[in-house]
């Protein structure tokens, strides 16, 4: 379910890890390096900084690449 949150105030910052912690994992036990929850943060911050697509999140996750 999505909210709007209306214009930021400093002093009642919205923390979006309750809301998705709560979202379920469908991934197995097996082979898992990072929660479920990490991933989505790390999502909503590369789209926050303009991100559209999977391609561009996964550059802007990559960061800069070292130029030789």
């Known amino acids: 379910m999505l909210v709007k ?3 930021l105030v400093t002093d009642r910052i919205a923390d ?3 809301y998705l912690d ?3 994992d469908p991934r197995s036990r ?3 390096w990072y929660s479920l929850t990490a991933i ?3 999502c ?3 789209v926050v900084s ?14 800069p690449q070292p130029r030789c």
């Open 44 to 46: 909503a911050c590369g």
């Open 50 to 63: 303009g991100a559209n697509s999977i391609d561009k999140l996964a550059e802007w996750v990559s960061g």
């Open 22 to 24: 709560s979202v379920p």
């Open 16 to 18: 979006l890890r309750p």
């Open 5 to 7: 949150l209306g214009p």
């Open 40 to 42: 989505l943060l790390v």
């Open 30 to 32: 097996h082979g898992r």
